[in-house]
């Protein structure tokens, strides 16, 4: 906030940010003129496919998930998952606490969240795919019913860099794909009875208010009682949605407030564990 109030170009390597309080940061953009470039992968994509047809209206988005270790796991047998196997991602070398988030899904839940703080769309008008490759990264659907796919070898260099020399691109060292050795690219909806992160991401989208924040708040608090073996991996989103069903829904005007909320979202949860 403090970068975009001083009017700066704001390369955001987080979620959380926007979030919690995207709708403040953008009118703050818009007063000060500040521009957010987003570096999460999935976001950056979305934001090369608009550059290149930026006078066309977008129909839709569409996020991409590799889905995780536990693709194709369901509820019975994902309540037995261990902190060690949840760390385990098949395409990525990530930080601990989003790679959980890769593994419930509540990764991708917060890109929804995030999609809409970055390009003001409903829940409706944002997509989630299931692409096991992590080679597309987003897809931009356009009113005359074709789709502009931004594809790459998975690699955080890459979006990183876009950023960081947007508006120009160079050589940082990623290998380019090899599509005859990939053999193939592959597709499925989100399992959202087994994942229910996703959907919990969702109503915090639809129903607005301090939802997000205590979604985001439960999150981390959750996520950080697993890896501690405190909490099984199926408690995470029954904690996320015993907090939001705890929530006002009240819509937090400034930052204080949602700072108030994220805190008290925080004991709310650590009194739950440690009951």
Same mark, same amino acid.
């Given at each position: 906030?403090?970068?975009?109030?001083?009017?700066?170009?704001?390369?955001?390597?987080?979620?959380?940010?926007?979030?919690?309080?995207?709708?403040?940061?953008?009118?703050?953009?818009?007063?000060? $003129?500040?521009?957010?470039?987003?570096?999460? =992968?999935?976001?950056?994509?979305?934001?090369?496919?608009?550059?290149?047809?930026?006078?066309?209206?977008?129909?839709?988005?569409?996020?991409?998930?590799?889905?995780?270790? +536990?693709?194709?796991?369901?509820?019975?047998?994902?309540?037995?998952? %261990?902190?060690?196997?949840?760390?385990?991602?098949? #395409?990525? #070398? /990530?930080?601990?606490?989003?790679?959980?988030?890769?593994?419930?899904?509540?990764?991708? $839940?917060?890109?929804?969240?995030?999609?809409?703080?970055?390009?003001?769309?409903? =829940? *409706?008008?944002?997509?989630?795919?299931?692409?096991?490759? =992590?080679?597309?990264?987003?897809?931009?659907?356009?009113? @005359? $019913?074709?789709?502009?796919?931004?594809?790459?070898?998975? @690699? /955080?260099? %890459? !979006?990183?860099?876009?950023?960081? #020399?947007?508006?120009?691109? =160079?050589?940082?060292?990623?290998?380019?794909?090899?599509?005859?050795?990939?053999? $193939?690219?592959? +597709?499925?909806? !989100?399992?959202?009875?087994? +994942?229910?992160?996703? *959907?919990?991401?969702?109503?915090?989208?639809?129903?607005?208010?301090?939802?997000?924040?205590?979604? #985001?708040?439960?999150?981390?608090?959750?996520? &950080?009682?697993?890896?501690?073996?405190? %909490?099984? +991996? /199926? @408690?995470?989103?029954?904690?996320?949605?015993?907090? /939001?069903?705890?929530? &006002?829904?009240?819509?937090?005007?400034?930052? @204080?407030?949602?700072?108030?909320?994220?805190?008290? %979202?925080?004991?709310?949860?650590?009194?739950?564990?440690?009951?």
């Amino acid at each position: 906030m403090a970068a975009a109030s001083a009017g700066k170009v704001v390369c955001v390597a987080n979620k959380e940010s926007l979030v919690l309080a995207g709708p403040l940061i953008r009118r703050e953009c818009a007063r000060t $003129g500040a521009v957010i470039l987003p570096v999460d =992968s999935e976001h950056n994509a979305v934001f090369q496919a608009v550059l290149s047809r930026p006078a066309l209206p977008i129909k839709r988005i569409v996020l991409t998930a590799s889905g995780g270790p +536990f693709r194709g796991w369901k509820r019975d047998r994902l309540a037995t998952v %261990t902190a060690a196997q949840a760390l385990k991602h098949p #395409n990525w #070398n /990530m930080g601990a606490k989003i790679t959980i988030d890769s593994a419930t899904l509540m990764n991708k $839940g917060l890109e929804v969240l995030e999609a809409h703080a970055l390009y003001d769309l409903p =829940s *409706e008008r944002i997509g989630v795919i299931v692409h096991p490759q =992590s080679i597309i990264h987003a897809l931009v659907e356009m009113e @005359d $019913g074709s789709s502009l796919a931004q594809m790459g070898t998975p @690699d /955080m260099r %890459t !979006p990183i860099a876009q950023c960081l #020399n947007w508006p120009h691109c =160079s050589d940082v060292g990623v290998p380019a794909m090899d599509l005859a050795a990939l053999g $193939g690219l592959t +597709f499925e909806e !989100p399992d959202v009875q087994s +994942f229910p992160c996703l *959907e919990l991401a969702r109503r915090a989208l639809r129903e607005g208010g301090d939802l997000a924040v205590a979604l #985001n708040a439960a999150n981390e608090e959750a996520v &950080s009682a697993f890896l501690s073996g405190t %909490t099984g +991996f /199926m @408690d995470i989103p029954a904690l996320i949605e015993r907090a /939001m069903d705890a929530c &006002s829904g009240d819509e937090p005007e400034h930052l @204080d407030a949602i700072l108030r909320q994220d805190a008290a %979202t925080r004991r709310m949860v650590r009194a739950w564990l440690q009951a």
